[in-house]
């Protein structure tokens, strides 16, 4: 992806080792993107991808035992955020970056009432008044969708459905009105109908404030309608990136290809058989040797298994992906 | 202040799996060695060249450790050599070799650190087991039960049933471990009421196994490890328990030695003669750090086994 | 209603399933459903969560047993069953549940966990069983040497197959599958349908497949029964149903499919309105009234019934 003029993510050959017992696991492995002011981008993958990984890293908040490479770096706005001492990065997490989670039960304080909740992201912050955050606060869930947010702003978190738990989730990520809202699989644990206004929610607030998203999702649909751009990552890499519209027209990496294949579709009739991609997710754990789909791919030859192909810009504008044999070639 | 990410100086250093003794940790070997140390000791308490614990040598009282003296060896009417008689720990106020009352301490203090908790493992985890499978009325008054017992102020309960039983080593094993019933109680319940929720208790029965089957195949397996990384914390709160019955004179009788009632004879000698006391303290502190950190370890592994990364 | 032949394999007449909700109230968590499944045939069930799917799965499994209604395996009522006389008709009828790895005992070899119900019921000794379990190992894809490895060494999707192995190692001919891929990844989960579906037509296997996801549910269902609060709203053949549903509720659920046809339509009749109602408190009349665009007097006084409306298609509303 070329580097646009406001540019406000930028992350280059970031690697993530944690050590656990049965060896160290190669969460990230090289990852390199930008992220344009008031664009979406979509990380897709199945689990065990890294893409959760690479979204704490940003954050800052990788569990104890995992290691950054030095040569790895995240801009954000300009700024230099590994290395940052923790009391700068409390103060551009929540402010500028915001990050929302799976599962809106655990990302709650369980006997915090939600209003506070959201008031106290804006009295750290903004410094506002606690009188001044809680009126804000209510116009914030309001602004989420969450119908009588006086009402709402003094309940529990278990006395919300799910769904609008993960707009109050919303609310106190969205309070100060951060640049970037980092979104770690929103939608998963919710039901299909909630599911859709949930995303549609993010991108109306995201039209509205220009804000830029970092989607994660294992759903390549999603991905596909939410999303301008995609970055599809298998085993701790991007293996293809290029804009939505670019992606669904041609899938290059055959594992994306193979990805899209193997889900079921509405139009086809029943006991269709799909077309499942074999053997198992790769271990994260080294040595690794060559592509890394390889032993799973159905195009793959010698060379796959010997060197890893490089995330090359190929093909149309914007698009990349790491394959020695693409799609489309004999 | 920590920068808020790490980096990698050099290559992280060990690119393999943890080996299992490893993840034990330093300190759990070490706690294994001293327990292994004091059970052989304690076995074999007769065996060694040692004096009598219970035999006075009125030359050497409160001696410091390391004396040596000079030990008639027969009765008055043979003339042998006096032997020499090397006092390692010295000796207790009333001459009495510490370094064998501590042997023989150390069995009176294992009988209890290892029956009681066994006790309160059979019966209490037994009892947890079925109120938490079952649940029920009976159940309740049970835990109801439980709750009661652990809200009693333990002495004055254990004063009550020595006092009715009588002293003596077995019944302060069994007064100790009626204590020590309801909390594995607990434990047993609370990990038995979680377990039976588990799809596999209900895929079990799906399959048509029958009540009791399923407690002892399917349940019982998975408590056992919880109850036993519990005993071996018990384990050390018995060792002290009885060490402050000894202490207070509540505990086993003389002439048998045990670790508290050292300590207890020591305490006004502890300017003079501190290591009357402080020996068998040391002694004391040693074993029950022990038997904590072997607890901690073990369950630091069935928690490892358990998650995943 | 479907009228009973002998190929029907699960008939389910009626069904209650109510928990008591403290201070004397109870919760219908299903409010007299009937279908039936022939065999060979795929049920799918789908609904929000918090629909009653999974009691209705537990109360055809009889563990515990309904409140009310019947079910009937084969013909053989299993209410009026005892319980020796339902122990010797589990093996018959089996289940799969969603979180593969908690359906495994963490503390058994998986060979064992396969082989229990063979051993339960009796069948054979060790040997012929180890056999009948490697041989069922190998079926479901899984290597016969990992017969002694327990749970935690097996992926998400490898502990699906182990649970599909036990399920069908006694030939059943009735599996209710409670979510069976939900949690799986994508690649997995194409996989694990896949093996259903050659399980299936192996075994002659009636499926109750649940799931919420409805691609998932359109590619592995012959029929589909759109459950809401306790009831069923619409029962069709999968085609007719994706390509027009006729309840309201259904309109919803496939609207809100992504990439689905009528996805993005966000003016359209579909989105519920409201937060679903509270169990304990269901609406009077249709349950679904409350969040439906064509609701009247009428939905709050009358619940509907399912009615046939065309071909193989049933739904329950005044204005289908």
Same mark, same amino acid.
């Given at each position: 992806m070329n580097a646009m003029p406001s540019c406000l993510l930028r992350v280059e050959n970031l690697r993530v080792r944690i050590a656990t017992p049965r060896g160290v696991v190669h969460a990230v492995d090289g990852v390199s993107f930008d992220l344009a002011q008031g664009q979406t981008l979509a990380l897709a993958g199945?689990?065990?991808?890294?893409k959760s990984m690479l979204c704490r890293a940003i954050a800052g908040? !990788?569990?104890?035992a995992a290691r950054l490479s030095p040569d790895a770096w995240v801009r954000f706005a300009g700024r230099e955020?590994?290395? !940052?001492?923790e009391r700068d990065l409390n103060h551009i997490r929540g402010r500028e970056i915001a990050m929302i989670f799976q599962d809106p039960m655990s990302a !709650?304080?369980?006997?915090?009432k939600i209003g506070t909740q959201v008031s106290e992201s804006l009295v750290f912050h903004?410094?506002?008044?606690r009188r001044a955050a809680r009126r804000q606060a209510t116009e914030i869930l309001a602004a989420v969708g969450i119908p009588a947010p006086d009402i709402r702003a003094g309940?529990?978190?278990?006395? !919300?459905?799910g769904g609008l738990r993960q707009r109050a989730a919303m609310a106190i990520a969205l309070a100060c009105e951060p640049a970037l809202l980092i979104a770690d699989?929103?939608?998963?644990?919710?039901?299909v109908t909630v599911q859709a206004e949930i995303l549609d929610l993010l991108s109306d607030i995201q039209r509205e404030r220009r804000m830029s998203v970092l989607l994660v999702t294992h759903d390549l649909t999603v991905a596909g309608e939410r999303a301008d751009a995609i970055a599809v990552m298998y085993a701790g890499q991007i293996v293809e990136s290029a804009p939505s519209a670019a992606l669904r027209a041609g899938m290059r990496m055959p594992y994306t290809r193979a990805l899209t294949e193997s889900i079921p579709r509405i139009q086809d009739p029943p006991h269709t058989r799909l077309k499942a991609i074999e053997g198992?997710?790769?271990?994260?754990?080294g040595p690794f040797s060559g592509c890394r789909f390889a032993p799973r791919c159905?195009?793959?030859?010698k060379r796959c298994l010997a060197e890893a192909p490089p995330l090359l810009n190929q093909g149309a504008a914007g698009h990349a992906f790491a394959c020695w044999y693409p799609l489309g070639t004999p | 202040m920590k920068t808020a990410a790490r980096h990698m100086?050099?290559?992280?250093?060990?690119?393999i799996a943890m080996p299992l003794s490893e993840r034990l940790g330093v300190a759990f070997w070490l706690a294994l060695m001293w327990i292994a140390v004091v059970v052989f000791l304690a076995v074999s308490?007769?065996?060694?060249?040692?004096?009598?614990?219970?035999?006075?040598d009125w030359t050497a009282? @409160?001696?410091?450790?390391?004396t040596i003296t000079l030990m008639?060896?027969?009765?008055?009417a043979e003339h042998t050599a006096p032997v020499k008689v090397l006092y390692l720990f010295g000796t207790d106020t009333m001459g009495r070799d510490i370094l064998a009352r501590l042997i023989f301490g150390a069995r009176v203090s294992l009988a209890v650190g290892l029956i009681t908790p066994l006790i309160g493992l059979l019966v209490g985890g037994g009892l947890g087991l079925l109120a938490g499978f079952y649940r029920g009325w009976l159940a309740s008054v049970l835990a109801t039960l439980m709750d009661t017992v652990l809200a009693f102020p333990g002495l004055v309960l254990l004063l009550g049933v020595t006092f009715y039983l009588g002293p003596g080593l077995a019944n302060i094993i069994i007064a100790l471990g009626i204590l020590t019933i309801p909390a594995f109680f607990r434990v047993a319940r609370a990990n038995t009421l979680a377990l039976a929720e588990r799809e596999f208790v209900l895929a079990a029965r799906l399959l048509g196994q029958g009540n009791m089957h399923i407690l002892l195949r399917e349940i019982l397996p998975n408590v056992l490890m919880p109850l036993v990384v519990y005993a071996l914390l018990v384990v050390s709160y018995m060792v002290i328990a009885e060490g402050a019955l000894s202490f207070l004179g509540?505990?086993?009788?003389?002439?048998?030695?045990s670790w508290g009632g050292m300590i207890a004879e020591g305490r006004e000698m502890?300017? @003079?003669?501190?290591h009357v006391s402080l020996i068998p303290a040391a002694v004391m502190f040693l074993t029950v750090l022990s038997f904590n950190l072997m607890g901690d370890a073990l369950r630091g592994l069935a928690d490892c086994r358990e998650g995943q990364l | 209603m479907k009228v009973p032949s002998p190929e029907n394999v699960l008939e389910v007449r009626h069904l209650v399933v109510a928990y008591g909700?403290?201070?004397?109230r109870m919760m219908e968590a299903v409010a007299g459903v009937s279908l039936g499944i022939d065999r060979g045939e795929t049920l799918g069930l789908v609904g929000e969560s918090g629909c009653g799917k999974s009691s209705l799965a537990r109360a055809v499994m009889q563990?515990?047993?309904?409140?009310?209604g019947s079910v009937l395996l084969c013909g053989e009522a299993l209410g009026k069953a005892d319980r020796r006389r339902l122990r010797i008709l589990r093996p018959r009828f089996q289940m799969l549940f969603q979180d593969s790895i908690a359906a495994l005992? #963490?503390?058994?070899s998986v060979g064992e966990t396969i082989g229990m119900p063979l051993r339960l019921a009796g069948v054979g000794r060790s040997a012929a069983r180890r056999q009948r379990v490697e041989a069922m190992m190998a079926a479901v894809g899984?290597?016969?040497?990992?017969?002694?490895?327990?749970? &935690?060494? &097996?992926?998400g999707g490898q502990c699906q197959r182990v649970q599909i192995a036990r399920a069908l190692v006694t030939a059943p001919c009735l599996l209710v599958c409670?979510? #069976?891929? $939900?949690?799986?990844?994508v690649s997995i989960q194409a996989q694990i349908i896949n093996l259903l579906e050659d399980m299936r037509q192996r075994f002659g296997l009636a499926l109750l497949f649940i799931s919420h996801d409805l691609a998932v549910v359109k590619n592995v269902c012959d029929r589909v029964a759109v459950m809401y609060m306790g009831k069923l709203c619409e029962v069709a053949a999968s085609e007719d149903l994706y390509a027009c549903p006729a309840h309201p509720y259904s309109r919803a659920l496939l609207s809100a499919?992504?990439?689905?046809?009528? $996805?993005? $339509?966000?003016?359209?009749?579909?989105?519920?309105?409201?937060?679903p109602p509270s169990p304990l408190d269901p609406p009077s009349g249709c349950r679904y009234r409350t969040r439906c #665009?064509?609701?009247?007097e009428r939905c709050a006084i009358e619940a509907p019934v399912l009615r046939?409306?065309?071909?193989r298609q049933w739904v329950a509303c005044h204005f289908a």
């Open positions: 199945e689990s065990g991808c890294g908040l !990788l569990p104890a955020l590994i290395g !940052l001492p !709650l304080n369980p006997v915090m903004l410094r506002l008044s309940q529990y978190p278990h006395q !919300l459905s699989e929103p939608t998963t644990a919710l039901d198992q997710p790769p271990d994260l754990i159905k195009s793959a030859r | 100086g050099e290559a992280l250093p060990i690119p308490a007769g065996l060694w060249p040692l004096p009598e614990p219970d035999r006075m009282q @409160a001696a410091p450790p390391g008639p060896a027969g009765g008055a509540l505990g086993v009788p003389p002439p048998t030695p502890l300017q @003079a003669a501190p | 909700a403290g201070r004397g563990c515990p047993r309904p409140t009310a005992n #963490p503390r058994r899984l290597d016969p040497a990992t017969y002694g490895q327990r749970p &935690f060494q &097996f992926s409670d979510e #069976p891929v $939900s949690g799986l990844d499919i992504p990439g689905g046809p009528r $996805s993005l $339509s966000r003016t359209g009749p579909g989105r519920p309105r409201a937060d #665009p064509l609701a009247q046939n409306v065309r071909g």
